[in-house]
């Protein structure tokens, strides 16, 4: 696992370089974004939550991910996230038509996201068992029923928010487990199929989600309506140019662009350093995607494999989604691009989720270093590791 990885000697090392990078960036778009509300205080809280996102990941390096997915640990983090979406349903605060936060003092807890972290473990936990086992992959045989079903539980929970983006996003990130486990072509065709009619059904069952279609399609036809946001979003991305108008000179955040330092932190960044600011962004996003692949591929342990799967896609995936969202690619699903915009628990989730791809990084070199051994000195590892199990 000590394989070099471009510019660094291994993919931990590129890790944490790029997340130095996203967290510079990120910290410069938030203030510049937020600079007509407080800026400094948003700037002080997003540094904040980082802070607790390297705590995490060194505690959670420090348990390792085999530890943390022991199965009643699992799902006693999944129980209460069940109950933190019945308390946000009831008692949470309301914003813009959705009911998505739990606040205690000052700051905020969005359980959605920490729905999907769960998830990612819960099934890599399971999936993980019937990839060992060699048992065929199935929405409902087995362990493999039992993520199918806490899945669309949770999922439901977050729909009826209502959130229908981040419910989608959480069926997503658990099906493209279950197809990187090795779910059969027919029973993904039957999904795909199924999932974009039930999309379509619940989006014209609702008129704000119908709303949210028609602007998708041509947010010119209300420029000054519903289509407001995604047209100062795109007026913002092209008013960037090649170069940009320079940090701070962006005109978007000052009362033009909604959720400018949050969901559309994007487009602020886009205005403010052009076209050849944004191609770096992405270039660093790809590299990390590529430093997540490596890990991931290089990992022997089916576990630790679906686990470091699922990381990705939540952190790259949401990443490229955000970026496509702002650009009018997608429709607006409510999901923030990690370290750019301004997001407590996203940040914290997110660098959770990646202090576990790590720990399964750590386990393979060291599983790695134990297999380079001589069989001799491996016996006598092994001797030692039974004679401290047998004494605990």
Excluded at 64 to 69: A, F, P
Excluded at 333 to 342: D, M
Aim: hydrophobic share 50%; proline share 3%.
């Amino acid at each position: 696992m000590k394989k070099r990885f471009l510019l660094w000697d291994n993919p931990r090392q590129a890790i944490f370089t790029l997340m130095a990078v996203l967290l510079l960036l990120g910290g410069i778009n938030v203030f510049s974004a937020s600079l007509y509300d407080n800026g400094l205080s948003y700037l002080l809280r997003y540094y904040l939550c980082a802070v607790l996102g390297f705590v995490g990941i060194y505690f959670i390096r420090k348990i390792g991910y085999k530890r943390l997915l022991n199965k009643r640990f699992l799902w006693i983090c999944y129980c209460i996230v069940l109950v933190m979406l019945v308390v946000v349903h009831f008692w949470g605060a309301a914003n813009k038509g959705a009911t998505r936060w739990i606040y205690i003092g000052s700051f905020s807890i969005q359980p959605s996201e920490i729905a999907k972290l769960v998830l990612i473990m819960l099934s890599a936990r399971f999936l993980g068992n019937a990839m060992k086992l060699g048992e065929k992959i199935s929405l409902y045989k087995g362990e493999c029923l039992l993520v199918t079903m806490a899945t669309g539980i949770a999922a439901f929970g977050v729909l009826v928010q209502p959130d229908l983006g981040t419910a989608a996003i959480i069926a997503a990130l658990v099906m493209g487990m279950f197809i990187v486990a090795g779910l059969p072509a027919r029973w993904i065709t039957t999904i795909v199929g199924v999932g974009a009619v039930g999309a379509v059904l619940l989006s014209i069952s609702s008129e704000y989600r119908l709303q949210r279609l028609h602007v998708w399609f041509d947010p010119w036809l209300d420029p000054q309506g519903k289509g407001y946001q995604m047209v100062q979003s795109l007026l913002a991305i092209g008013s960037g140019g090649l170069t940009g108008t320079n940090w701070g000179h962006g005109a978007a955040k000052f009362a033009y662009l909604p959720e400018a330092h949050t969901d559309f932190a994007f487009a602020v960044f886009c205005q403010e350093n052009g076209f050849f600011g944004a191609l770096i962004l992405l270039l660093v996003f790809c590299l990390l995607g590529v430093a997540f692949y490596k890990i991931t591929i290089s990992t022997r342990d089916q576990k630790g494999f679906l686990l470091a799967a699922g990381v990705t896609f939540l952190i790259i995936g949401q990443a490229f989604a955000n970026m496509a969202m702002v650009c009018g690619i997608f429709p607006v699903i409510g999901v923030p691009l990690i370290f750019i915009s301004y997001g407590g628990s996203s940040m914290i989730i997110s660098m959770a989720a990646i202090g576990l791809l790590l720990s399964v990084y750590d386990e393979e070199e060291k599983q790695q270093l134990l297999d380079a051994e001589p069989p001799e000195k491996r016996r006598n590892d092994l001797r030692v590791v039974g004679s401290r199990r047998w004494q605990q």
